[in-house]
């Protein structure tokens, strides 16, 4: 438990990336089992104990430390966890830490009634930090900016296996994953998963940008606007998987009796709408699938109003048969076979869009300017399916995107290397003529589109044409215009423009450009497409 | 008769020795100032006299200017020198004596005497040992008048060579980089390069611009610091593997970029809690301070008996709780300009 609460200490205090990478690997590299499983699985947000909960811990603090001065501490603290950890009464005996598996044992061990006597005595064999580390362990929700995906990687990275490998066998298995483990760390043979409704990771694309690809090799599709999944039925369950490899079953349950075979499809899940998106039609923009996404339970009417379905790109796995080494033709073929045997309520296939050569599809491309379309997807016929991004194989090539000029309007500093610098940036648009009083509403945020030594230059400016501070934030005079490129924008009821932007970034700094030439908010308005 | 205690006035703005007309770290300007130490929600500059220790003198004079001459020449401040454990006597038939507070360097509890009374104000203090100033001396007394900065029982300093431990481990585990402690420029950034000298850091440490003078003038009342240098007059490459001293408030400035890759560190009792080092994106938080903790707050009243606790500023409300339930009559003064300083 001491090195795991340092561990949890550590990884509070940094900001960055690879030093949060680099500190579990070495955690992982060091610790035996299972207590690094355990901890990985902490880590990931994997572990539940029905018995302890914030309130549990607030009625042991109730017993030890004056009710008046429990809360004028947990007010300034902010935290239950930490607010105890610090509080509870040091005991008169050195501590003797539990390990992280034995914690775990007795902590799964604790009900309802026996956690008020059995919490006490595992909380009197820490110090502060182990205290902290063992309720934050035990609520759940660590809260320290590690996601599962990181975790993953800095698996990987600690016993230098390939992230996608991890993250196959990983889904399949249960804490503290001691096969794992033993792949990874002994050289043992991977975990069997066949018969386990396992994550596959995802085949992913690389930006087309300049490249010219002959349609004799490549086949094009629609690049749809929706959220991509993994559909994996194995053992009589269905499970449903997002791109970073996290179980959303719960969060669309339509989908978990639907596939009547044992498969793995990769698929976009679209949610179905007024709005008829593309020439299949019958999906609705990103905006509406918004609404079903992060929910852990779905009401009877969300499922009405916004009923999922995938629409299938790919078959990596079929009855029993891999079928990812097979050529892209190969499994498109068996994909054209396998969706007559689905039900067209919650599926469809992904048409092939046909062209006579590449300039031909450049012209469609820029024909389609429908809002549940991100672009293309340009697949190599001969490609096997391959984890991760691999040149040449597969291509996005993302229709072009929208622009509008827009004045910088309040900064705020970012963090980690960017922690000295004004980096985000909150613009707007003007609301009416600004030669006739207008003013700005702000329109959307970004922190990206620039480099290094445009930073540099923003910073600057930020500093210098302040004339206001809120906190962080640093509200400027509204005197430089950027050009702001984003994907789509969407009606808002939670913005004050009454419009959110998708992936706004930073398109060029019109240091040249006066303000009263951005853009009016109407200019954007017209743009909305749900 | 008067009566008890009626010569002694908390006022917004100050305590008010009302026979002798004086006022105790007053935040406005008068004419006769007691001042405990020279931080600036307790010394400031403008008034006609103040007496303080000499070295929270020297300290006034640096920071407040409180000798600089007028139009005619002259130095229209008059500053009363007295040691510690002496004894003045000021209008009125009231004495006063400077006793150490353990605080900062010429830091004061100030016991007043009148009438067959004794007060004790204490300014700012801590009962743990610091190399920068004598230890806080327990005076019995009738009224005892506190601060309460840490006045929450999750306050409690872990002893110093904890923190010079982490401090030194993580500079020896980045030699690439070079480690940033913030810290308050006058008490806390001294007794940080001082205790590191105890534990055995004799490697030159560089410091911000705006400390440069405040250490001269430690050095010259007798605290040895070791090396000293200014970031300002050195390289990136030169101080990779170092220990850098700045003000909190440089701490994400525009400054530290001219520093290899620093590790953020601030020495501040505040970091005991994690929320308020994530607030400053601070990355190795060191819990150091130099206020009494709770545990110190609580004793500290227990040790001196007092008839009276009055608490000038901090977490009051905790405190007076505290002295509630122990059967002590306190009572929170509300004081004018007393903040949370960085500490």
């Known amino acids: 438990m001491k090195h795991f609460a340092a561990l949890i200490d550590a990884l509070v205090y940094t900001r960055s990336r690879n030093e949060k990478l680099r500190l579990i690997a070495e955690y992982l590299r060091a610790t035996p089992d299972p207590d690094r499983g355990w901890a990985l699985a902490a880590l990931s947000d994997g572990l539940d104990f029905p018995a302890v909960k914030s309130s549990t811990i607030r009625n042991l603090m109730k017993e030890r430390v004056e009710p008046v001065l429990w809360t004028l501490s947990r007010d300034f603290v902010g935290d239950t966890a930490e607010t105890a950890s ?57 809260r320290i900016g590690v996601s599962g995906r990181l975790a993953k990687t800095a698996f990987a990275q600690a016993f230098d296996v390939p992230v996608e490998e991890v993250e196959e066998y990983w889904h399949g298995l249960d804490a503290p994953y001691p096969e794992l483990f033993a792949w990874a760390a002994e050289g043992e043979p991977p975990p069997d998963i066949d018969n386990l409704p396992a994550f596959r990771p995802f085949m992913l694309a690389h930006p087309l940008e300049e490249t010219v690809v002959d349609l004799a090799d490549y086949a094009a599709e629609w690049k749809w606007d929706g959220i991509r999944v993994q559909l994996v039925r194995a053992g009589e369950e269905t499970r449903v998987y997002s791109r970073s490899g996290d179980d959303i079953s719960a969060t669309f349950p339509e989908l978990l009796d639907v596939l009547p075979f044992p498969a793995v499809l990769d698929g976009e899940l679209l949610v179905r709408g007024a709005h008829q998106g593309g020439e299949e039609g019958g999906a609705a923009s990103f905006n509406a699938l918004q609404q079903r996404l992060g929910r852990k339970t779905v009401s009877r009417k969300m499922l009405a109003d916004y009923p999922a379905f995938v629409r299938l790109y790919d078959v ?17 073929a068996r994909l054209e076979a396998l969706i007559e045997r689905l039900p067209e309520s919650h599926f469809d296939l992904s048409r092939v869009v046909e062209a006579r050569d590449f300039a031909h599809l450049a012209e469609i491309r820029e024909g389609a300017r429908d809002d549940a379309i991100e672009g293309l997807m340009l697949k190599r016929r001969d490609s096997a399916y391959v984890a991760g991004r691999r040149t040449g194989l597969w291509y996005k090539w993302k229709r072009d995107p929208l622009l509008v000029d827009c004045v910088l309007m309040y900064a705020q500093r970012g963090s980690g290397k960017r922690s000295s610098f004004y980096s985000d940036y909150t613009f707007g648009c003007w609301d009416g003529d600004p030669d006739s009083g207008a003013d700005l509403l702000p329109v959307g945020k970004a922190y990206s589109g620039f480099t290094d030594e445009e930073l540099k230059k923003l910073d600057r400016h930020v500093r210098s044409n302040t004339v206001d501070r809120f906190g962080p934030v640093r509200e400027t005079d509204k005197s430089l215009v950027f050009e702001v490129a984003f994907d789509s924008v969407h ?33 954007l308005r017209a743009l909305i497409r749900d | 008769m008067p009566a008890p205690f009626s010569w002694i006035r908390p006022e917004p703005h100050g305590i008010h020795v009302v026979p002798a007309d004086c006022w105790i770290d007053p935040s406005r300007p008068v004419d006769k100032a007691l001042v405990t130490h020279g931080h600036a929600d307790h010394a400031r500059g403008g008034h006609g006299e103040t007496v303080a220790t000499p070295a929270t003198l020297a300290i006034m004079e640096l920071r407040y200017r409180t000798g600089a001459e007028d139009e005619a020449g002259e130095v229209p401040h008059r500053a009363v020198p007295v040691e510690y454990g002496e004894t003045i006597r000021l209008p009125g038939g009231v004495d006063a004596t400077y006793v150490p507070a353990g605080h900062v360097l010429g830091s004061a509890q100030i016991l007043l005497e009148h009438a067959g009374e004794r007060v004790v104000v204490t300014g700012d203090y801590k009962r743990r040992p610091d190399p920068t100033c004598p230890p806080f001396e327990v005076q019995p007394c009738d009224i005892f008048i506190t601060e309460a900065t840490f006045g929450l029982p999750v306050f409690c300093h872990p002893p110093i060579e904890d923190e010079m431990a982490k401090l030194l481990d993580r500079l020896a585990a980045y030699p690439e980089r070079c480690v940033l402690v913030g810290a308050y420029a006058l ?64 701490l994400n400035d525009r400054w530290s970029r001219r520093l290899p890759d620093p590790v953020t560190a601030m020495a501040s009792g505040w970091m005991r809690v994690r929320q308020r080092a994530r607030q400053r994106n601070v990355e190795l938080p060191l819990v150091i301070s130099d206020h009494a903790d709770w545990s110190e707050l609580t004793r500290t009243i227990d040790e001196v008996d007092a008839q009276e606790t009055w608490i000038t500023h901090g977490r009051e409300d905790a405190l007076l709780r505290w002295c509630q339930l122990h059967q002590r009559r306190a009572r929170a003064l509300a004081m004018v300009g007393r903040e949370d300083e960085d500490d």
Do not use: N
């Open chain 1, 491 to 523: 009606a808002s009821k939670r913005h004050k423009s009454g419009l959110a932007m998708r992936f706004p970034r930073i398109h060029r700094i019109r240091w040249d450009k006066p303000p009263h030439e951005a853009d009016r908010i109407e200019a």
């Open chain 1, 86 to 142: 610090l509080l509870w009464p040091a005991p008169d005996h050195p501590p003797s830490p539990p390990s992280v598996g034995e914690a775990v044992g007795l902590l799964s061990g604790m009900t309802r009634k026996s956690v008020q006597a059995e919490l006490p005595e595992l909380l009197d064999r820490l110090d502060a930090s182990g205290r902290y580390a063992l309720l934050k362990l035990a609520t759940g929700g660590m």
């Open chain 2, 187 to 250: 008490g806390k950034a001294q007794r940080v390069i001082a205790e590191l000298r105890r534990a055995g850091h004799d490697a030159p440490i560089y410091l911000h611009g705006a400390m440069e003078k405040m250490c001269r003038l430690y050095e010259e009342h007798g605290v040895e610091l070791g090396e000293l240098r200014l970031v300002s007059d050195h390289t990136k490459d030169q101080m990779r593997g170092a220990i850098v001293v700045c003000p909190p408030s440089a």
């Open chain 1, 316 to 332: 990596l796995l079929l009855e029993g048969e891999d079928l990812r080494e097979l050529p892209w033709t190969a499994r498109r």
